[in-house]
């Protein structure tokens, strides 16, 4: 994509970000070593003095169930879903006010901010949020998936938009300090800062981040970053096979799809919310599984609607549809029945999953789980409205 002078003012980059509104942000206690879930039923605990009728709401796996769901033409199988838990368009449309606010002044011209309003990335984080209605701690999550979506398109997959396989990898490595800044270099460093500035993708993160901070702790800001860092590794892989024309099998695709799904958006569920799950049991290996599972999951639902897209390229981006028909020299309809069946499975093991773990007593972690139900529920529905997709 072409480098744009940055728009921002001595403040820093998209400094017009909304005020955090008085949030509170108290001390964390987290415990750091991995736990058994034997040792999480005797010890979890509290990471965050919140009142205790806030953390009783999503406490149990209970509220809206699943459905089978139509979707696209409706010629498919349907896919098992989470019922989404709220749908609210004046706070959708609030969010999304402020949001196209910060990108005006993160220096989007006037076609990017109505292909930014189109995209309804307001609406996305209503219905994937339902536990809170602060306009300004959605607004965070807003930011970041915009900020993500458009390092997607711009540099990785969208060669109408400037993405050049070959020029990804750098691309992502001035990402990374843009969002975790690091420390001064002398004389070299004022490169990096002018950098930074102007290039519209780390304008966003950067300034996306910046808002973060006034909402989550240091170790939430961290487990984010990295979360973002560690899905640009499979980006990077995604580069590497489109630029040699090489597709890799259906089943190396996956593997690379563990760390580059919505489990990257889903890590932002607690500080939307505002609490936090502690080390110990955000990263438990059941408890991170089922992250995993609601993640790709909700991945799946973006290939199968963006198929049509995809091969349309004039560099096919990599979707398990179509290499599912490659791999197994089927038509796209029998891969999609076979990516839908493949949803379904990990939708219901997800439930399981979630059934077992209600058994932990930390409203914290509970509250999590519900909240990656309806992250799934919400998503689905974002995708099934959103014109992007249809």
């Not at 949001?99 to 993160?106: E, T, Y």
Request: glycine residues 8%; charged residues 20%; hydrophobic residues 40%.
């Amino acid at each position: 994509m072409p480098d744009r002078s940055s728009s921002a003012g001595a403040g820093g980059p998209c400094s017009a970000v909304p005020s955090a509104q008085g949030w509170s942000v108290g001390p964390t206690g987290l415990g750091t070593a991995a736990a058994s879930l034997a040792s999480l039923l005797a010890a979890a605990r509290p990471s965050r003095e919140i009142p205790h009728g806030d953390l009783l709401a999503g406490t149990l796996p209970g509220g809206p169930g699943y459905v089978e769901r139509p979707w696209g033409d409706g010629s498919h199988s349907p896919l098992y879903c989470p019922v989404p838990e709220r749908a609210d368009d004046a706070l959708a449309g609030e969010v999304d006010a402020r949001l196209a606010s910060w990108a005006r002044d993160c220096g989007f011209e006037d076609d990017e901010l109505d292909a930014l309003g189109k995209a309804a990335f307001g609406r996305l984080v209503t219905l994937a949020h339902p536990d809170t209605d602060d306009p300004d701690a959605l607004l965070v999550a807003a930011q970041l998936n915009a900020a993500w979506w458009a390092a997607d398109d711009y540099y990785a997959d969208d060669t109408a938009l400037g993405a050049v396989p070959k020029l990804l990898p750098p691309r992502l490595a001035l990402v990374m300090p843009a969002m975790d800044p690091v420390p001064s270099v002398g004389d070299f460093t004022a490169p990096l800062n002018e950098a930074l500035q102007d290039d519209l993708i780390r304008r966003m993160l950067g300034s996306a981040v910046q808002h973060l901070n006034r909402h989550a702790t240091p170790a939430q800001v961290q487990r984010i970053c990295y979360s973002t860092f560690a899905m640009f590794v499979s980006w990077t892989a995604y580069a590497a096979w489109r630029e040699t024309g090489e597709h890799p099998p259906a089943w190396e695709y996956l593997a690379a799809r563990q760390h580059d799904s919505f489990y990257t958006s889903m890590t932002l569920i607690d500080v939307v919310g505002g609490y936090e799950v502690p080390a110990h049991l955000f990263y438990e290996p059941r408890v991170r599984r089922a992250a995993f599972q609601a993640g790709t999951a909700s991945v799946l639902v973006n290939d199968l609607h963006s198929v049509a897209k995809d091969a349309a390229d004039e560099n096919p981006v990599c979707n398990i549809v179509l290499l599912i028909a490659a791999d197994r020299d089927c038509s796209v309809e029998e891969a999609t029945e076979t990516t839908v069946a493949l949803h379904n499975d990990l939708v219901r093991d997800f439930e399981a999953g979630h059934r077992d773990l209600a058994a932990v007593p930390s409203p914290e972690l509970q509250r999590f789980l519900r909240g990656l139900r309806a992250w799934m529920g919400g998503g689905f529905e974002w995708h099934a409205t959103n014109p992007r997709y249809a």
